[in-house]
């Protein structure tokens, strides 16, 4: 009884958490990837995308709310989300077209665009801060738990609970729904093959006739999808703060960068590892360790590796041994 407690205590704290979060950094990371793949730079601005998408987002959220209309027990967000990307879509369209089109055409080298990124980061960031303000926004509405801590050990009689959250729940169902959309439009539409043929050789794809524009178009537009989800699950799932995104950069690049720079499949499992290592880092081990230990064995501390404000310190570590080690990431990708 006392293992199943410490183990329920554990999916609890860590493994339900960790696959939520591993979801958000697995969507993000693919635009990050993607971006690199076949734009060829390192798009600082993503994570200020991911907090303008997760804005329209909340704006129409509001904005329903207000007519009252809902969806039930799920988060009205959900029937604001397309909203929020057709937004996010325009601007990424219109910051290509006003700012990373004239260095495309000057053959500019790759750091240019990473520098050109950094600009268009400090404005989406200013724009995002200026319309919602700086503070915590909770959008969240609908049910809160598809199982309560209460609900659960009243079924199963253990004294530890677990609870499962709806926007838990929610983004790991839409996590793999986008996931499976995004790998079948790469793999089976001619847009896909095009991107995909554009990222493997650029010259090679020119001759074949491919229009590098539309491929850029079409690009930018997938990133605006997967920044809005991954930003508007995240805040669903904590909240939002135009801050928070900026730091959940950090984490992004690394989920991308372990996994292989350019590699989809490599930015999702980048994403687990990144997340899982996080929380289980940061978790203090105590509660579990009392139910698995004899009492004079007990431990009087948190047995905590490191806490949870170095949660981004992680990532770093993680990020540093990888581009030391196996700079093409797990998946053999584009070399950093």
């Known amino acids: 009884m006392d293992f199943l407690n410490a183990l329920v205590a554990f999916l609890n704290f860590v493994v339900v958490p960790a696959t939520a979060y591993g979801s958000q950094l697995a969507l993000g990371a693919l635009g990050v990837t993607l971006i690199y793949?076949?734009?060829?730079?390192?798009?600082?601005?993503?994570?200020?995308t991911m907090a303008f998408g997760t804005m329209a987002t909340i704006l129409f959220t509001w904005a329903f709310q207000s007519i009252g209309?809902?969806?039930?027990?799920?988060?009205?967000?959900?029937?604001?989300?397309?909203?929020?990307?057709l937004v996010t879509g325009a601007l990424l369209v219109g910051t290509d077209r006003l700012?990373?089109?004239?260095?495309?055409?000057?053959?500019?080298?790759?750091?240019?665009?990473?520098?050109?990124?950094?600009?268009?980061?400090?404005?989406?960031?200013?724009?995002v801060r200026f319309i919602i303000g700086p503070d915590d926004q909770r959008f969240a509405d609908g049910e809160r738990f598809i199982i309560s801590a209460r609900e659960f050990r009243n079924l199963t009689g253990l004294d530890e609970g677990l609870a499962l959250r709806t926007t838990q729940g929610l983004t790991v169902v839409t996590a793999v729904i986008v996931v499976a959309l995004l790998f079948w439009f790469l793999n089976r539409t001619r847009t896909g093959k095009s991107m995909r043929a554009f990222s493997d050789n650029e010259d090679l794809a020119l001759l074949s006739g491919i229009n590098p524009e539309r491929v850029v178009m079409v690009t930018w537009l997938i990133v605006a999808a997967l920044a809005t989800v991954a930003g508007t699950l995240y805040g669903l799932d904590k909240s939002f703060k135009p801050f928070t995104y900026f730091q959940l950069l950090l984490p992004i690049f690394a989920a991308a960068i372990v996994g292989g720079l350019g590699s989809p499949l490599g930015a999702i499992a980048g994403g687990f590892v990144i997340a899982f290592s996080e929380v289980t880092i940061t978790y203090a081990f105590k509660k579990v360790l009392e139910y698995l230990l004899p009492e004079a064995l007990e431990p009087d501390g948190l047995v905590q590796l490191l806490s949870t404000d170095y949660k981004f310190a992680v990532s770093f570590a993680i990020l540093i041994i990888?581009?030391?080690f196996k700079p093409t990431g797990l998946f053999k990708g584009k070399s950093v």
């Open 37 to 48: 793949g076949i734009l060829r730079f390192s798009n600082f601005a993503h994570g200020d």
């Open 69 to 85: 209309i809902s969806l039930g027990p799920l988060p009205t967000a959900l029937l604001a989300l397309p909203f929020g990307i």
């Open 99 to 127: 700012v990373y089109k004239f260095y495309r055409q000057q053959k500019a080298v790759p750091v240019i665009f990473v520098i050109a990124s950094l600009g268009v980061m400090f404005v989406t960031n200013a724009l």
């Open 322 to 324: 990888v581009l030391l």
